[in-house]
């Protein structure tokens, strides 16, 4: 009624401009004053029934207003108008803003939070905070909304801390997230303990928000409490969010086989559970898993989406099934996900893997938003694919682009540099890394290390590993490795002395140094080393088990490496090669035939390093038959093209064979440039057969190819000396001398290694040792024996020809073990050159003479003496 008898009152006014009522034209109650603007006439009506006794009318006319400008602002904030809305409220006066209703100020503080416009709201919030207006628990909410959504976390807390009414979650899950969102973890689950405390019941939402946090930081107990938490209150069954979390954290926390149970008890499962769970296996490695519940999710009706994709991807990558990933290709270019930075990421790893390279590099070229893990999975791409000079040249381009790589793309880039024996490119990318402050990153360095040991620079990789502040067991494993692989045999013992003050070695440990030993024939220390695994319990771990397979081997203990092969559960291609090497370093040919046969019915098919191990096995055996027949099944029957390692075994069996013009012509028809090891082999051969004239001509190839390498400078003498060419073999021992490496034999006794070099007489037993060999001497002639002089490589009267000979390395070391081990016990040495003929008549009479075992190893292969015979049979 009252509402009714103002609208015609209003309309009357409007009439009247500027006129007092003083001619007793009165309307009931009240005094008008009449104005042309449109608040004015408001204002003088209601100050004229503040004036009167008319007080209820007045009130209404306010709340009419009111309500008036409250749905204006409103409809204004509804159709997005933040803009107008803000005029509106800042063209009120103090008594028309502070009556306009709480909700309409919700109404503004959403669509700033909503436009993420943080001025606006701040501005509201000071317009609130000055008018002294009431605080209620829908505008307190809004504002902290509003604060938290604009990024403003600091402001939104400080005004949530002053709150009292806090009873809803609403305000409480809005604030962790937003800590979580920032990786603010701690002060998440700080406010999470906050809310218990103020006795606010959490949600669901809290305790997803809560997993995320325990899951980020790793804290898997703290995380398995909040489940079983959950399972007690049933707010399990409340939805997929906090199942989702739980499967997030437990494939994270590398709990899969929990995360799939939790999967298969969730009563409901969204598009995120079903992404969660495959991208839980795939990341963990269980692809077969990640593929069935893929299958699974397509016949339950699940739509798959762009996640779905970027999940499953690796896994065909991983398994190598190129068809099916192609497959998924097609569906993403249908589905409209073609220009998907991550799903091409994923797309570039897929092909790469499965060595179709080609198709990575058209997506690659046509992507145009490449992230730095495009470029990275482009790069590792080709390095996957020994496209080393591509990968490298990519850095180059990615450079030009001035595009910053991150430390994955850094260490792909140094990979493909390792691989491909690029030096020079390895140390422009140490510069860059230098230059951009990454090589200090544990990464970079230790993939550094990894590129200079692998080009063969081990002082600069020692040089990396010194400076190298937070060393882990990638670091010290690197180092130990290129050592080991660098033939630098006590540099790797030593290292692995001092990384046990550090840390505890590990399985890749282990077969580093195992390498390491079996470098230097150290047979103790490699039983001290297999007993250190046992007692760790690493034997089970089948690199480790093929490592110890190796040492025993090259330490001349077959009959042990074979036991150990025999109780190996898993063989893989590693195993039976070592083993058909370890026969052929022997020279037991024969047998390492059987063990290849032997692969072969297993179901294991040879690679390339099998066959050299078998072709090595046949030259050493002079199988030439088999050795041509298992050279050319690998190219007709495996489809191996051959190596230079091939070819190199190739050459030592005719050279043996004493096939040397057939050596020579199937030298010069490989259809690659024969390197120093190919020629010496033949070199080898003429050493046997006695061919000077063939042999200088290979010297020549020899010397232009390893100026370094004396041994080939020794064998060439050793030729020269058997055709009493002491001209030329004093050339030769001049430039040995000059070279500074002489021959030494070494010989592990009770743990401890001796040293021996020809002529030396600084051991303590040296006296001892002479006695011995004079008396070997003495009945060697008894028996009919004559010195070979020419091993000698002198020209000189006999009695020092036989003094030199009675000097050399090898007869000393034997010596030595004869006189410090006990009786029956074999004597194993090693040599850094071939034996030479006179040494290896030697060691075949004192096996006889003593009654003893002589495993000696040279830089070939291994000589049994056994009752004065040879396992070589000549093959030296």
Known sequence: ?????????????????????????????????????????????????????????????????????????????????????????????????????????????????????????????????????????????????????????????????????????????????????????????????????????????????????????????????VHGYLQKLGLFDNGSAVGNALIAMYSKCYCINTAINVFDK????????????????VSRGIFNKGLELFSEMLFSGMDIDLATLVSVLPAFAEIGDLAQGRALHGYSIKAGFVKEVNLNNSLLDMYSKCLAVGNAVQIFEKMSGRTI?????????????????????????????????????????????????????????????????????????????????????????????????????????????????????NEALHLFVKMQLHMLPNSTTMACILRASASLSLLEKGREMHAYIIRVGIQECSFVMNALVDMYSKCGALVLARQLFDLMDFKDIVSWTVVISGYGMHGHGREALAIFKQMRRNGIKPDGVSFVAILYACSHSGLIDEGWRFFNAMRNEYKIEPTIEHYACMVDLLSRAGRLAKAYNFIESMPMVPDATVWGALLCGCRIHRDVKLAEKVAERVFELEPENTGYYILLANIY?????????????????????????????RSKVHIFVAGDKSNSQSKKIEIFLDDVRRRMKEEGY????????????????????????????????????????????????????????????????????IILRDNKRFHHFQQGRCSCRGYL
Not at 467 to 475: N, R, Y
């Open 721 to 749: 000396a058997e055709a009493e060419k002491w001209e030329a073999v004093k050339k030769l021992r001049d430039s040995i001398k000059r070279k500074a490496l002489r021959g030494c034999t070494w010989i592990e006794v």
């Open 373 to 489: 893990v495009s470029w990275t999975s482009m790069i590792s791409g080709y390095a996957i694919n020994a496209q080393y000079e591509e990968a490298i040249s990519l850095f180059e381009e990615m450079e030009a682009e001035n595009m910053e790589p991150d430390l994955h793309f850094i260490t792909c880039a140094l990979h493909a540099c390792a691989c491909s024996g690029s030096l020079n490119h390895g140390k422009h990318i140490h510069d860059y890394a230098v230059r951009n402050g990454l090589d200090s990153h544990i990464f970079v360095a230790n993939a550094l290390m990894d590129m200079y040991a692998k080009c063969g620079n081990m002082e600069n990789a020692r040089d990396v590993f010194d400076h190298t502040a937070d060393k882990d067991m990638i670091s010290w494993n690197t180092l130990i490795g290129g050592y080991a692989k660098n033939s630098l045999p």
């Open 1 to 225: 009624m009252a509402a009714a008898a103002v609208k015609p009152l209003l309309s009357v006014l409007s009439k009247h401009k500027y006129r007092r009522c003083n001619k007793k034209k009165k309307y009931p109650g009240f005094y008008i004053f009449h104005s042309p603007q449109r608040n004015q006439p408001f204002t003088s009506l209601s100050s004229g029934y503040w004036r009167s006794a008319g007080i209820p009318y007045a009130t209404l006319l306010c709340e009419e207003r009111t309500r008036s400008i409250d749905s204006e602002i409103q409809e204004l904030c509804l159709m997005g108008n933040l803009e107008e809305a803000m005029k509106s409220i800042s063209s009120l006066n103090y008594e028309d803003f502070t009556r306009l209703d709480s909700e309409t100020y919700c109404y503004v503080l959403q669509l700033c939070s909503d436009l993420r416009l943080l001025h606006h709201g701040s501005n509201l919030h000071s317009l609130i905070s000055s008018s002294r207006l009431e605080m209620d628990s829908n505008l307190g909410s809004k504002l902290v909304s509003m604060y938290v959504n604009c990024g403003d976390l600091r402001n939104g807390r400080m005004l949530f801390d002053r709150l009292t009414f806090k009873e809803n979650p609403f305000l409480w899950n809005l604030l962790m997230s937003a800590y979580a969102k920032i990786e603010e973890y701690i002060e998440t689950i700080i406010l999470f303990q906050s809310m218990w405390e103020h006795g606010t019941n959490p949600n669901s939402r809290t305790f997803s928000c809560v997993l995320k946090c325990f899951t980020a930081l790793g804290h898997l107990s703290h995380g398995m409490a």
């Open 786 to 853: 004559a010195p070979k002089w020419r091993y000698a490589l002198i020209d000189a009267e006999d009695r020092i020809k036989e003094e030199a000979l009675c000097g050399h390395s090898e007869k000393l070391a034997i010596a030595f073990g004869i006189l410090n081990t006990i009786e029956g016990k074999p004597i194993r040495v090693a040599k850094n050159l071939r034996v030479c003929g006179d040494c290896h008549e030697v060691a075949k009479f004192i096996s006889y003479m003593t009654a003893r075992d």
């Open 266 to 281: 969730m009563p409901v499962k969204d598009i995120i559970s079903w992404n969660s769970i495959i991208h839980g296996c």
